[in-house]
C-alpha cells in the first residue's frame, strides 16, 4: 500500500514502481507488512516525518538521533535529506532487524543503529527525534537532553492532547522549552529547544 508520509515524502511497497514524487521530493521503498511501529500509517509517525523533512531541509543539521527507530523510516529521511551521522535507537530487536533491512534499500544510506540509549553518543545531536509514547518520554527525558547539541532541535510525539501538558512541565525542567506544537487527529508533535 502506498502512503503519502508528508507532503513530498511517499512510501511505497517494495517490488512495486514508485510514486511519482514532486522535484525534491522522497520516494522510500519499504516491506510490505512491517513488523514494527513506524510504517507511516499512524498520525505520530506523520507528524515527525514531516517536522524532520522540514528542519533537515531547512537547517541542515550534521548529526540527527531517531529514537524509537521502529522501521526507521524517520531516520531513511534525514539520511535522505543529507544528514551525515544518523542514528536510530530501540529496545526491540526485531525493531532494528527491521530499521536495518530498510536502511539497506536505500543507495549509500549508512545509519547506525542499536540498543544503546539515546546520550551515548554525547551531545553532538543538531535534531533528535523520539517517537514513542509518554512513560518512555518521561524516563528518556535526561538523557534525550544529553544527546543535544547546544544549538539542536528535539521533536517528541507519540502522545495525545490531554497528555501535552504535563509534558510540557517535565522537559522543561530538563531545561527546554516548547517552541511548536502540531497536531494530526488527536495526536502531538512538540517541539523542543534550550532556554
Request: aromatic letters at 6%.
Given at each position: 500500500m ?7 515524502i511517499?512510501?511505497?511497497?517494495l517490488?512495486?514502481v514508485?510514486?511519482?514524487v ?11 507488512r512491517?513488523p514494527?511501529f ?15 523533512d ?9 548529526a540527527?538521533?531517531?529514537v ?12 535522505a ?6 542514528a ?11 530499521a ?5 534499500l ?16 554525547g551531545a ?15 524516563s ?5 537532553s ?12 507519540g ?18 522549552e ?18
Amino acid at each position: 500500500m502506498r502512503i503519502s508520509l508528508a507532503p513530498g515524502i511517499a512510501l511505497y511497497p517494495l517490488g512495486s514502481v514508485p510514486p511519482p514524487v514532486e522535484p525534491g521530493g522522497l520516494a522510500l521503498a519499504q516491506f510490505p507488512r512491517p513488523p514494527a511501529f513506524g510504517d507511516g500509517s499512524h498520525p505520530t509517525t506523520r507528524l515527525c516525518a514531516g517536522a524532520v523533512d522540514v528542519i533537515c531541509r531547512k537547517r541542515r543539521p550534521q548529526a540527527v538521533l531517531d529514537v524509537g527507530t521502529g522501521t526507521g523510516v524517520l531516520a531513511r529521511i534525514a539520511r535522505a535529506r543529507g544528514a551525515v551521522f544518523v542514528a536510530g535507537t530501540d529496545i526491540d530487536p526485531e525493531a532494528l532487524d527491521c530499521a536495518r533491512a530498510h536502511a539497506e534499500l536505500d543507495s549509500a544510506a549508512t545509519i547506525h543503529f542499536s540498543d544503546e540509549g539515546p546520550d551515548r553518543w554525547g551531545a553532538r545531536f543538531d535534531l533528535v527525534v523520539a517517537n514513542i509514547l509518554e512513560e518512555p518520554l518521561r524516563s528518556l527525558a535526561a538523557p534525550l537532553s544529553r544527546a543535544l547539541s547546544p544549538m539542536g532541535v528535539l521533536l517528541i510525539s507519540g502522545f495525545t492532547r490531554p497528555q501535552a501538558p504535563s509534558l510540557r512541565v517535565f522537559y522543561r525542567k530538563t531545561g527546554l522549552e516548547v517552541v511548536g506544537e502540531s497536531h494530526l487527529d488527536d495526536w502531538v508533535l512538540l517541539r523542543l529547544e534550550w532556554r
